[in-house]
């Protein structure tokens, strides 16, 4: 099943913001695994998605599901709002290392922002942005904090 936004769908059922990016998960919060590209050729992954390869040029890429947990890399807090953003402030912007080499960006508006450091173990989860005309709930990944201090990240 593709999961991208159609007038098929009943509403309020739960729609990638960006069609294509992750598979929906059952709801809310729970972890969410980002569709990236690995090539055939030379093995180098990537997300977004590639229509060729960065790394040797291959047009051989096939879709892999990305770790949904990784280390957070860098990240700045935004304290205003930004004239037409969904946002609400506070959050911060984060910058995740996944052990599979592969970076991504994404928000965390959960849990104590103040004490987030650079080298936190973080999920990506499935975060609600905001509701459709047709009332579905239009969600993307967002950066959280992992459950326990101790958990180590997963390999790919
Ligand atoms: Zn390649």
């Given at each position: 099943?593709?999961?991208?936004?159609?007038?098929?769908?009943?509403?309020?059922?739960?729609?990638?913001?960006?069609?294509?990016?992750?598979?929906?998960?059952?709801?809310?919060?729970?972890p969410v695994h980002l569709l990236g590209a690995r090539c055939r050729?030379?093995?180098?992954?990537?997300?977004?998605?590639?229509?060729?390869?960065?790394?040797?040029?291959?047009?051989?890429?096939?879709?892999?599901?990305?770790?949904?947990?990784?280390?957070?890399?860098?990240?700045?807090?935004?304290?205003?709002?930004?004239?037409?953003?969904?946002?609400?402030?506070?959050?911060?912007?984060?910058?995740?290392?996944?052990?599979?080499?592969?970076?991504?960006?994404?928000?965390?508006?959960?849990?104590?922002?103040?004490?987030?450091?650079?080298?936190?173990?973080?999920?990506?989860?499935?975060?609600?942005?905001?509701?459709?005309?047709?009332?579905?709930?239009?969600?993307?990944?967002?950066?959280r904090k992992a459950q326990t201090e101790k958990d180590e990240v997963?390999?790919?």
């Amino acid at each position: 099943m593709s999961p991208t936004a159609t007038s098929t769908q009943a509403p309020g059922r739960l729609v990638a913001l960006a069609p294509g990016t992750f598979r929906i998960p059952e709801r809310l919060g729970l972890p969410v695994h980002l569709l990236g590209a690995r090539c055939r050729a030379c093995g180098e992954t990537f997300f977004p998605k590639r229509v060729f390869c960065a790394n040797c040029s291959s047009d051989s890429l096939e879709e892999v599901e990305m770790p949904e947990r990784g280390q957070v890399q860098t990240y700045t807090v935004v304290h205003q709002q930004l004239p037409g953003s969904a946002m609400v402030p506070p959050y911060a912007i984060v910058r995740i290392a996944l052990p599979n080499g592969v970076a991504v960006q994404t928000v965390m508006v959960e849990g104590d922002l103040a004490s987030l450091a650079i080298g936190d173990v973080v999920d990506l989860v499935a975060g609600r942005i905001m509701e459709d005309d047709a009332g579905n709930t239009l969600i993307s990944y967002l950066a959280r904090k992992a459950q326990t201090e101790k958990d180590e990240v997963r390999g790919a």
